[in-house]
């Protein structure tokens, strides 16, 4: 077992259990996926697969607090509870300020309110790997299961379709517009080209997805 694969059973062993709680869509298959994607991505366009494989587990913890809490919480407010978790891992001083600059930062969007700052391929990766599992077919699921618990509507026909400076801290007027705003443009918007290939069949599945959708709700069979 390398470095990698022990600090990620301790996380799994730390993390997993609360993860599987959630019913917004950020249960732990999210986090093993977000792995998977980041270290396809390392392994094609380069930086740290320590920092970044670590960085994947452990990026969504703001997810937990904001369950426990009942309100959104952003990655920044998480800082604190992922550097403890970070002291039980095999890591340097430095490994773990990277791992906490790419958390911190995760969810920034050129088409977002709070626009990308990072520079680092470790930081980009992580946004990558994170957003390819914002689109495609589990993208759906997801979408679903978090519009579910917040108590969104599927779909609501008198609100016009919007593309918006997208916030993960706004919640979108249905889960067809959510998909609509996110999911359908993502994929342009990867920083590495792997991602980009990645996510253009995921992008195409939105796209039939949301045409077909709205001519069954129109009945226009
Ligand atoms: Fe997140
Ligand atoms: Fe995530």
Do not use: W
Request: net charge negative; aromatic share 8%.
């Amino acid at each position: 077992m390398d470095r990698l694969e022990k600090n990620i059973k301790i996380l799994r062993e730390l993390l997993e259990h609360e993860f599987n709680k959630d019913k917004t869509g950020h249960s732990a298959d999210h986090l093993e996926r977000t792995l998977a994607y980041a270290l396809k991505l390392c392994e094609k366009e380069g930086g740290n697969r320590d920092i970044i494989g670590v960085a994947a587990y452990i990026h969504d913890v703001h997810r937990l607090m904001g369950a426990q809490l009942g309100r959104f919480c952003t990655p920044e407010e998480s800082l604190p509870k992922v550097r403890e978790i970070l002291a039980e891992l095999d890591l340097t001083e430095d490994e773990r300020e990277r791992i906490v600059h790419a958390v911190k930062h995760h969810e920034e969007y050129s088409f977002g309110k709070e626009k990308v700052q990072v520079t680092d391929i470790e930081s980009m990766i992580l946004q990558d790997a994170d957003n390819l599992d914002s689109t495609g077919a589990i993208a759906i699921i997801r979408s679903f299961r978090y519009g579910s618990a917040n108590k969104m509507p599927d779909y609501d026909p008198t609100i016009e379709f919007y593309q918006n400076e997208y916030s993960e801290s706004v919640n979108d007027k249905s889960t067809i517009h959510h998909l609509y705003n996110k999911s359908l443009r993502i994929g342009n918007y990867m920083h590495t080209q792997t991602a980009k290939d990645i996510a253009k069949e995921k992008m195409k599945l939105i796209k039939d997805f949301i045409d077909l959708y709205l001519k069954e709700f129109n009945c226009d069979f």
